[in-house]
């Protein structure tokens, strides 16, 4: 028997038991189409973690003061090195001594001391309360993961200039700042000569920061960024600031440590790896769903051998063999994983998509958050021809046992089956 003849034949055996195989159907589309989501999404929001993560730059590592503290890591990602809301239980400690110290730490490219403080500001008659970040204009330039939207970096020669975030030059003031503008922070002008593609936070030279911030000392840091040259040995690195400073701090023991050292290549490989974890975890409990679907492919096919167990009988009796059979009722078990797979692949996309966009909308009103991650999916030509092959092998696999069983009928048997 011609495979074309026994497509045609399994093809009408679906048509005609509609009902059982739609219901069959409607299981596996269930459980492609949740395969079909949590993996779109779990690799879309892979793709903006790692595009978030990278925006911390894995050369860039952090000394905070306080051996508890972590500087904070947002999903939406950071203010630039340092960036973070976490507090400190200990005093402000990070001296110039210590930038002294990291400098001469082999693999340390560049070190920059930072401030960070809340200072009133006023722009075009409209004030408000804004994040200042005072920087050392000599290095940051080198040293930050910031991009620049318009304008320039702060050099050497400026002294009353900043450049600001995006979102503080387009909604703060409700009114657009342009480059060359003057804002007023804590009744000095500023003279706006740069504008970044993302943040919410002013930076202006380290020097004049102390001056505006009234809560920020001359001669202490919030946190020190470090760009290190060699990203492959930044834990060793890590270990090397973090034993310096002790030593140069006079710490002995390492529960009276005082500072921290945070990595981000470490960080980004934790949370990787937690991100595939949960993608596994989610793709499991989806999977029960196609078991439960393969038991009822098995079940419908079981139910078609028997009510077609005269007409098995008169083909065998016509001369067809028992691999014809087989390969009817075979392929008759493949369509309905094919016919549930095409509509899983269609009713997964269409959820990912829907989740997506509503995860981008609760999102949009501040950055970071898990509706951030889950506000993007992708879907690949690997997943949808995947999600196909799988629902295809797992019908025939489910019916290979009663299509089996139909081959093996002795058409005598089946012909004076009532």
């Known amino acids: 028997m011609r495979l074309k003849k026994s497509f045609k034949l399994a093809l009408n055996i679906l048509f005609h038991s509609k009902l059982r195989s739609w219901l069959t ?23 903006q973690l790692e595009e978030r993560l990278g925006s911390l730059g894995a050369d860039i590592l952090t000394v905070s003061p306080g051996a508890s ?9 950071p203010e630039g090195p340092g960036g973070g809301d976490s507090s400190s239980i200990d005093a402000k400690n990070l001296t110039q001594k210590d930038i002294m110290v990291i400098k001469n730490i082999p ?7 930072q401030v960070d403080g809340k200072a009133d500001a006023s722009y075009s008659g409209k004030s408000t309360s804004l994040s200042v970040r005072g920087v050392d204009i000599s290095v940051w330039k080198e040293i930050t993961t910031e991009k620049l939207g318009s304008g320039r970096f702060l050099t050497s020669g400026d002294i009353y200039s900043v450049v600001i975030g995006k979102n ?26 740069g504008i970044l593609e993302e943040g919410s936070s002013v930076y202006m030279p380290i020097i004049i920061a102390r001056d505006v911030l009234t809560d920020v000392g001359q ?12 990203v492959e040995i930044s834990n060793d690195t890590v270990n090397e600031i973090t034993e310096k400073l002790m030593m140069s701090r006079g710490i002995l023991e390492e529960k009276k440590q005082d500072f921290s050292v945070s990595n981000p290549a470490s960080m980004q490989e934790t949370m990787k790896e937690t991100m595939s974890a949960m993608t596994l975890f989610l793709g499991a409990i989806a999977a029960i769903s196609l078991i439960v679907g393969a038991v009822g492919i098995t079940n419908t096919m079981f139910t078609s051998v028997l009510e077609k167990t005269k007409e098995i009988g008169i083909m065998k009796a016509i001369g067809a063999k028992n691999k014809d059979i087989m390969s009817i009722f075979l392929l008759n078990s493949g369509l309905i994983g094919l016919v549930g797979g095409l509509g899983g692949v269609i009713l997964g996309v269409a959820s990912s998509t829907v989740i997506s966009s509503y995860a981008g909308i609760t999102s949009s009103g501040g950055r970071g958050g898990l509706g951030g991650l889950l506000s993007s999916s992708s879907i690949s030509f690997s997943l949808v021809f995947g999600a196909l092959f799988f629902s295809i092998l797992l019908g025939m696999i489910a019916g290979a046992i009663p299509a089996y069983r139909a081959s093996k009928l002795n058409p005598v048997d089946a012909l004076r089956y009532e």
């Open 107 to 113: 693999n340390v490219k560049f070190v920059m001391g």
């Open 25 to 47: 159907i409607i299981g596996i589309i269930i459980g492609i189409a949740a395969v079909v989501a949590i993996i779109s999404m779990s690799q879309g929001a892979q793709t």
């Open 168 to 193: 503080v030059a387009k909604t703060v003031f409700g009114k657009e700042i342009a480059i060359n503008s003057k804002i007023i922070i804590e009744g000095k002008s500023f003279k706006v000569v």
């Open 69 to 77: 503290r972590a500087r904070g890591i947002g999903f939406g990602g």
């Open 219 to 230: 001669d202490e840091f919030d946190s020190i960024s470090v760009k290190i040259s060699n």
